[in-house]
């Protein structure tokens, strides 16, 4: 009688343990770190960093949408996502976030790949269609982040002020908002990303706000042109290729 | 054997209390009133975003009903004096046309009262500071609040539990058994419901975006220079990126210049940093819609500006400097908008109004 409550009790256990490893979700993830620096260091919102000449400046708000995520495969390609909506608004606000930033995670299938692409801006086939043609819970559902003068999605949000005289009090404020089909970029970087069954693979995407505006010899203007959220705006006609290409150099990929 | 028998009694009595007290505690059966809940429709124009309801508190229209009559009954309050509809009046598009709103004790709020239009189209962070994550909870707030209707839920449950009509409401819109299951938080779901109906699709604004009918050239203006349309020629007023199309908010906060501080310790009402604890957030305030701006002076958080030419002017400087004034406000203050030009922007503001809503039967009083 001994042995045969011995006999299904270990049995019980062995099914027990059996289920556990078989109900395991073992399919390998890809986890995307988003993070907004400032030159070397992790940007702080509303916090100063030096910007040119004697001027500081503080950044209030920052977001963007990114589309098409997408794995570069020689067997194909893997999509993680179509949209998503980055914004550094609770993450930044201490220097220990700022240094996490925003994290998404996707399933993904096993493989080696090549590379990583995706949109800096909402894809023109998303870009299409106004907020209320997605649902109130769809990162393109917010009418906020909608310009209808445009008919676009506003692809990013970089506002903050600037202290243009050095004597410690923000004096102008600056609004770069871009938008419109034209603006789009598509980034792609190759770099070798395997995905292993089981595994969780890291990749940070990373922003420098410094490069969004330029560099020394080369910087967008922000004094004398402290608000562009017109791409129609034949005045700052030339904002509209610097802005997104400036986007498109100041992001780095680095695959943990 | 007489213990016997005692044990017998005690336990007779003992079964005999715990039902009693059971019948108690259920209340009335209500199980002789029909429930059948069918769905309330609201229709949107196709430019409006889906009106969101939670999954476990869906529109129906004996919810709606419910909600009404909470809504425009006294019996929220401790002294039977004040209803929701109190601050809530539907011929001012749901405000009460004061700067800030008096309780039942007289007491003066800090804050004034905020439009219902539309409502329904708040997710979350209800309220001028964000406070509430949902329309079901925020509706619960001013019953309890001391400044305002000064009561207490398990009252006003009392009352509504005792109250015949209310039985009946309370079986209709939520398929309750017992009397003892009215809660406030089935209240709470059924004035949200309520709240949910309050819907302005049908100004000058939208008529005109559905080809019904033109702007003046005076009302092209100002629509031309609310959202910053390049082409015009005209300034660009960076009206519409807290107000933006269709619903006249984007539902974010700023700190639109209203008050001049050297420290973000400084604002008297901190509003969104009261609640996020976070000092950048203070001075910001929830971006209220201005469907139906015309009938909903005073204006800002406290009601300090009578009309919308003060509200212009305001915006029209640029708002008053603070270390997180909106970058978006500053901007507007450098567009040096003429006197024509801010008549044009209110000429402009006054097609978003529309009162059609109060041609719905089911938005007004059941007292009436």
């Known amino acids: ?256 | 054997m007489n213990r016997l028998i005692l044990i017998l009694f005690i336990s007779i009595g003992a079964f005999a209390g715990c039902t009693s007290d059971e019948i108690d505690d259920k209340g009335v059966d209500l199980t002789n009133i029909s429930y059948d809940p069918q769905p309330y429709d609201v229709e949107l124009p196709d430019y409006f975003p889906d009106l969101y309801s939670p999954s476990d508190n869906p529109l129906t229209y004996d919810g709606v009903q419910l909600g009404r009559h909470l809504f425009y009954d006294p019996i929220l309050s401790a002294d039977s004096t004040m209803s929701c509809s109190s601050c809530h009046e539907p011929g001012l598009a749901f405000t009460d046309g004061l700067a800030t709103s008096t309780g039942i004790d007289g007491i003066a709020g800090r804050r004034s009262s905020m439009s219902l239009i539309n409502i329904g189209f708040f997710g979350n962070k209800l309220f001028w500071d964000g406070r509430s994550p949902s329309l079901e909870h925020q509706a619960l707030q001013p019953v309890e609040d001391p400044i305002e209707l000064h009561e207490t839920w398990p009252n006003v449950e009392r009352k509504l539990r005792s109250n015949e009509r209310y039985r009946e409401l309370f079986r209709k819109a939520f398929g309750i058994e017992y009397s003892g299951e009215i809660t406030k938080e089935l209240a709470g779901k059924a004035i949200a419901q309520f709240e949910r109906i309050l819907v302005s699709t049908n100004s000058r604004f939208d008529r005109e975006r559905q080809g019904k009918t033109f702007f003046t050239s005076e009302e092209q203006d100002g629509f031309d220079m609310f959202f910053d349309d390049s082409g015009s020629g005209l300034p660009e007023a960076e009206c519409g990126h807290c107000h933006n199309f269709p619903l006249f908010t984007t539902f974010e906060f700023f700190n639109n210049g209203l008050d001049s501080v050297s420290s973000l310790e400084d604002y008297e009402d901190k509003g969104l940093g009261e609640v996020t604890m976070y000092r950048f957030d203070n001075g910001k305030f929830k971006a209220p819609t201005l469907r139906n701006i015309e009938l909903t002076a005073p204006y800002m958080h406290d009601g300090r500006f009578e009309t919308l030419e003060e509200v212009l002017d305001h915006y029209a400087t640029g708002g008053h400097p603070s270390p997180n004034v909106d970058p978006l406000v500053a901007a507007a203050g450098t567009r040096n908008l003429s006197e024509g030009q801010k008549r044009s922007i209110i000429a402009f503001l006054r097609t978003l109004t529309d009162t059609s809503y109060l041609q719905n039967p089911d938005v007004l009083s059941p007292f009436n």
């Open chain 1, 1 to 256: 009688m001994n042995k045969l409550k011995i006999f299904f009790s270990i049995l019980i256990v062995g099914l027990l343990f059996s289920c556990s490893d078989s109900d395991e979700d073992s399919s390998p993830t890809i986890t995307v770190n988003y993070k907004a620096v400032y030159g070397n260091n992790p940007l702080v919102l509303n916090e100063d960093v030096w910007f040119f000449n004697d001027e500081t400046m503080t950044f209030s708000k920052l977001n963007l949408f990114i589309s098409d995520l997408t794995l570069k495969g020689q067997n194909g390609d893997q999509l993680l996502s179509d949209v998503e909506f980055v914004t550094f608004e609770t993450s930044n606000r201490t220097e220990d976030g700022a240094a996490e930033g925003m994290s998404q995670t996707f399933d993904a299938e096993v493989g080696d790949y090549n590379g990583i692409s995706f949109g800096i801006g909402v894809s023109p086939v998303l870009n299409s269609l106004p907020p209320s043609e997605y649902d109130s819970d769809h990162v393109l559902g917010q009418f906020g982040a909608y310009w209808a003068a445009w008919n676009s999605f506003i692809f990013s949000k970089t506002e903050g002020m600037i202290d243009s005289d050095g004597d410690d009090e923000p004096d102008l404020a600056f609004v770069y908002h871009a938008g419109a089909d034209k603006m789009y970029r598509v980034k792609t970087v190759n770099t070798d990303i395997s995905v292993l069954d089981g595994e969780e693979v890291e990749i940070d995407v990373i922003i420098d706000y410094k490069r969004v505006f330029g560099e020394m010899d080369d910087h967008i203007d922000i004094l004398n042109n402290p608000t562009f959220h017109s791409p129609q705006d034949t005045a700052l006609a030339e904002l509209t290729q610097q802005l997104p290409e400036n986007f498109l150099s100041a992001i780095t990929v680095e695959v943990q």
